[in-house]
């Protein structure tokens, strides 16, 4: 089917469909204006007089807000009813409301805003719960509004799903966020952490242990646990995705939205397309529901414009892209219409594509016949410019730059060969474009590639290089990878003129040994463990100069890494306990330059805070003066009263400018106490992420309960040691 739905504009990602009175399907949309749409096509309900003619014959209501609607989600909240509850997320609040019966059954007020919303049960909480994703802090509430999980991450929360990653019958966590980071949280811990290459828009759970991702540059893909199945990359922007067998084959497929209209199907273990479909405008959302009540699930697709189109899964596997089976709802066009309007089939192969094909076949059909002349005259001993002896060989090492602050690839051929291009490919070094071409204006056999990541993250690099004789216009391609440790902007030194005054501590139950190719695997050296079975290391980073020294007393010993960095320290103890492969570490961390700032933060969102009440209150009794004031002046009209009515509503104008003025003073106060919260939430992550398992959810646990009852001494107390004991 497919139908208009008033004509507005439906903002991205921000559409659900639920049983509001427990039996009838309603799509309800987020619009612009702080409006939520609420289109019921199966409610027989005498109209509202609110409703509009149009309208109540479109079974369409509104649901006014009032603000911008950052989050939209629905589900069963309540574990006494079958009917489900619309929950509505702000950048402050979180409203969940009773469709049916038209009333609030609560609405929370969170501090760190709501970007993103999932509902469904997760890890061993056995209630349904609304999860709410904001400012580097996830919150999970009940049918009564009470918080039953909390924990942090490392950035603002962009996109959150569910799954039962581990096959436990217990859910998971998927949480996606502004650092390029997906990460896997059981209960309150983290199990997993991937790193993208940029902001992650969309989550959603395909089948088993795998799960579809979108982010910001366009790119799609599908991952089993923390491995990369498949990615695509496209220069057009994606909006929404979700997981449905659409080509009936028995298994889920990623179905997306993007920016120019287009709706595609692709197979989840290759990403080929299997269906497609367009749109005249953006595709705002995707949505999977029995809307026609017919007992078969169907694909919702919508666009900006609000056109709204249906799907139901072909009849067996598609053998080729092709348009999924329309279908035709209740109260939709009529069936000559619809029949204009079925979905648009992909075109047969054009002459354009047989010709591309037919080119790339003589062009390998070349490449062969060349290569096997080489080989036939290397045999007969015929010399030519294009050929190069069998041996030769790209060799490639990596060495500090530190008058650049970078590290450098270098690339050299053997046998008086020289190297003309060399093609680089890798995720999270060279930006959007994730390749990079080095060449030299001269031949020569060593060519450079200089690089300084951004952030500590490991990665391997595809290299093409392109090697023949000085004078020769035909080239071999060489192909090799190589892996770039994940402190590789780390340069070993001697010594300092002064240890860095932070540290954190911990002990391992592990030989010196098993630490230093740990050291050998994750940093740029080749360090061998001295025979006192101690381990001494000291680096400096390319990137901003930061001092990191790690030891090791003996075998089984304690570990001391001191960098005047809590980031840096989590980074390596999480690096260095896998690669252990510890799944429960304790620690005690000092550091007196950070602990200093974060007192401060906390000074700041005490001020914030009261500076909150005190202007909502101010702008309360405001609020009351001016109802006043428009019943003052309507009274002065009625009796013909102009002076009184004029001088009424001169006061009318001074109070709402003054209004406005507490408004931009309040929302100023607002942002700057969300950046406040945020450092807040990111300095429990960090504090959390110097430990490992059991230890790390006592912390974030502990640190909550701290904030709660504003006890600082306490809190600063778990974060240092990890605990509150003595």
Known sequence: YQRRVHGNAIQEGMATVAKYDGKHPSLTCATSGGKILIHSPHDKTEPTPDQTTNEAQQHI??????????????????????????????????????????????????????????????????????????????????????????TVTGDNVTALALI????????????????????????????????????????????????????????????????????????????????????????????SGWSNGKVEVRHDKNGEVVLRDMFSSAVSCVLVADYRMDGRNEVIACSKQGDVRGYLPTGGVAAAPSAPTPVVATGTAPPQQQQQQQAVAEPPPSDEMLKELLQQKQDLAFQIAKYEENIEKSRKGESDGALISPSTKVQCHLRPNSGKGCVELVLRSTNNTAIAVAIITAEFLFGANESCIVYANEPTDTIIASFAPEKDVATELHIQALVGHKMSTYYHVFELDYKLPKFS?????????????????????????????????????????????????????????????????????????????????????????????????????????EFEEFKKVLMKVDEYNAVRLKLTAEMADSSQLVKALVIKAEDARILNDMKLMKKMYASLYDVNRELIGEYIKRSNNHNELLAALKEVNGMIQKAARLRIGTAKTKVITECRNSIKSNNIHSLFKIIRLGQLGP
Request: net charge negative.
């Open 61 to 150: 209501k509104f649901l006014n807000i009032n603000r911008t609607v950052s989050a939209i989600s629905s589900g069963p909240l309540n574990p006494k009813s079958p009917n489900d509850t619309l929950l509505v997320g702000t950048q402050t609040n979180l409203l969940a409301y009773d469709v049916e019966q038209n009333k609030d059954i609560f609405y929370r007020e969170v501090p760190d805003g709501i970007n993103s919303m999932v509902f469904g049960k997760v890890g061993s909480i056995e209630d349904q719960l609304a999860i709410v994703g904001g400012n580097c802090s996830i919150q999970g509430f009940d049918g009564n509004g009470n918080e039953l999980f909390w």
């Open 164 to 255: 039962d990653i581990d096959e436990d019958r217990q859910n998971e966590l998927l949480v996606g966020s502004e650092d390029f980071e997906i990460r896997i949280f059981q209960n309150e811990e983290v199990i997993s952490e991937t790193t993208e290459t940029d902001k992650l828009l969309s989550l959603t759970t395909l089948h088993g242990t795998r799960f579809g991702y979108a982010l910001a540059n366009g790119t799609i893909g599908v991952y089993d646990r923390a491995t990369r199945v498949w990615r695509f990359k496209s220069k057009h922007q994606v909006h929404t995705i979700i997981g449905y067998d659409l080509d009936s084959d028995g298994v889920p497929e990623l179905i």
């Open 489 to 593: 902007m780390y340069v070993p030194v001697k010594d300092f003129q002064k240890e860095p005054e932070s540290c954190v501590e911990f002990r391992v139950k592990e030989r010196v040994n098993r630490v230093a190719m740990w050291l050998n695997n994750s940093f740029n050296v080749g360090y061998k463990a001295d025979r006192t079975n101690t381990l001494d290391a000291r680096f400096v980073s390319l990137r901003n100069g930061l001092q990191l020294a790690i030891h090791m007393t003996e075998n089984g010993g304690a570990v001391n890494i001191r960098v005047n960095s809590m980031e840096v320290a989590g980074e390596i103890v999480q690096d260095l306990c896998a690669f252990l492969t510890l799944t429960e570490l304790e620690s005690t961390g000092e550091f007196p330059q």
